[in-house]
C-alpha cells in the first residue's frame, strides 16, 4: 500500500558529491520518521541517517559533516545529500519510512529497493 521509489545512485570519484532521493505513495495519511540505510555485502545493513517529521535529526558518526538528510512533507520526499565521498560510502543505499496509513489508521512500515553508490577512481 505504500511505495518507495528511489533515484540518484551511481558511480562518483573520491570527494565527490551525490544526493539520493525517495518518494513515498500510496494510501499515506502522515509519516513519522525517514531514514537511510547502506549495506555492504557479508556486513549488516547500518542506519546512516534519520529525520523526524518534527525535524529531529541523526547521523552516523562516520558521515557526520559530509552527508545531510532532509524532506519535504508536502512531497512525501526524502533527500540524503552526500558530499566529500569516500570509498568506504561504497554501499547499497536503502530508504525507510514509517507512518500511518489513510485506512484504519493502521501504522506501516517501508523500504525500498536500493541504490547502489559506487566511490572510486
Not at 4 to 20: H, T
Not at 108 to 116: E, Y
Amino acid at each position: 500500500q505504500v511505495q518507495l521509489v528511489e533515484s540518484g545512485g551511481g558511480l562518483v570519484q573520491p570527494g565527490g558529491s551525490l544526493r539520493l532521493s525517495c518518494a513515498a505513495s500510496g494510501s499515506i495519511f502522515s509519516i513519522n520518521a525517514m531514514r537511510w540505510h547502506r549495506q555492504v555485502p557479508g556486513k549488516q545493513r547500518e542506519l546512516v541517517a534519520a529525520i523526524t517529521r518534527g525535524g529531529s535529526i541523526v547521523y552516523t558518526e562516520s558521515v557526520k559533516g559530509r552527508f545531510t538528510i532532509s524532506r519535504d512533507n508536502a512531497k512525501n520526499t526524502v533527500y540524503l545529500q552526500m558530499n566529500s565521498l569516500k570509498p568506504d560510502d561504497t554501499a547499497v543505499y536503502y530508504c525507510n519510512v514509517d507512518g500511518i496509513l489513510v485506512e484504519g489508521a493502521r501504522s506501516f512500515i517501508s523500504w525500498a529497493q536500493g541504490t547502489q553508490v559506487t566511490v572510486s577512481s
